[in-house]
């Protein structure tokens, strides 16, 4: 999944950036990522998770949501379709483009696309009823500078609901234990904020919120298809960091393939899903102070 502008940087719960044989340029690998995102949203366990992030928003019509990260745009269509003014704000703009194609003016007029970025959210103070993150704050450098702009732009009462996945806990049937918890933490430790998805509870009671409530749920594959691309990128990632030699990630790999045309294959990924609202009452700033970052890890942990 992208850090920033370009959507190059593969994670377990949803990899664009296929480390395959074949050259796709720009073009082809953001459509290639965009139908990866579109099937990964489709399967029964992410469909329930992202079903519940819409009820724990509990918008009504003509209330205003932004959905951030929101990648081609399918939440925003959604909450659009319920009558909510919703917006997706997202720093790659060819994502932007594609959401626009795909969920136009004129047959969603409550829906909206922006460029830019969770830390610093292009809204006024207090403009929102509610706000959306699916999959994004684990690629955050501090997942507290968004949170903190989530606040600011929530009016008092105002909803928040965060879904990510940890990935430093992927768990995959394989027949070399230690050879996969290599290959997890490589892929894992290349992300921003590999573990934000479990502090999502401490980072929204820090930052101010209340009646934080957090559910857990987890992300099942058993079609190796799905997920090849991914699983792929994990194996390179742990080649490209070091953690193992090629020949060893290339057995490892070859052990999933094996799996998946024998239909053997499974791997889950728990999904945390936090939900919590701006105080009410008169905001005297809130939260915990988020302390500078402290050189080294200042991450989540
Ligand atoms: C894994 S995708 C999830 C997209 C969408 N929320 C979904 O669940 O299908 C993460 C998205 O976050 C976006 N993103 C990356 N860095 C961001 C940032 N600093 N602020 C907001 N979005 C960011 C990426 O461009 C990408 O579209």
Not at 99 to 128: I, K, Q
Not at 178 to 196: E, I
Request: hydrophobic content about 45%; cysteine-free.
């Amino acid at each position: 999944m992208s850090h920033g502008t370009s959507p190059a940087r593969p994670t377990v719960s949803d990899s664009p950036a296929p480390a395959v044989s074949d050259s796709p340029t720009p073009a082809e690998r953001r459509a290639r990522y965009a139908e990866l995102l579109d099937r990964v949203q489709g399967l029964p366990t992410i469909a329930g998770p992202r079903r519940r992030t819409l009820e724990l928003l509990g918008l009504r019509a003509g209330q205003r949501a932004v959905d951030v990260g929101s990648g081609i745009g399918r939440a925003v269509a959604e909450l659009a379709g319920t009558g909510v003014r919703a917006v997706g704000l997202e720093p790659d703009e060819a994502m932007v483009r594609l959401a626009r194609e795909r969920f136009p003016d004129d047959r969603f007029p409550t829906a909206g696309f922006r460029v830019g970025r969770a830390e610093r959210l292009p809204f006024d103070d207090g403009s929102m009823d509610g706000y959306r993150a699916e999959r994004v704050l684990h690629l955050l450098a501090d997942p507290a500078v968004a949170l903190a702009e989530a606040r600011r732009v929530l009016r008092p009462g105002g909803r928040v609901v965060l879904l990510g996945p940890d990935l430093s806990m992927a768990a995959l049937d394989a027949d070399d234990a230690a050879t996969t918890a290599a290959v997890v933490a490589a892929h894992a430790d290349g992300v921003p904020s590999p573990r934000a998805a479990r502090a999502f509870r401490r980072l929204l009671l820090d930052a101010g919120f209340v009646d934080v409530e957090v559910e857990a749920h987890t992300e099942l594959h058993t079609d190796f298809q799905t997920v090849g691309q991914l699983v792929t990128a994990m194996a390179e990632a742990s080649v490209a960091t070091g953690a193992l030699d090629r020949p060893a990630a290339d057995r490892w790999l070859a052990g999933q393939r094996r799996r998946g045309r024998e239909d053997r294959f499974l791997m889950a990924l728990p999904l945390f899903l936090a939900s919590a609202a701006r105080p009410a009452g008169p905001d005297h700033g809130g939260g915990r102070r988020v302390p500078a970052r402290p050189a080294g890890d200042g991450r989540p942990a």
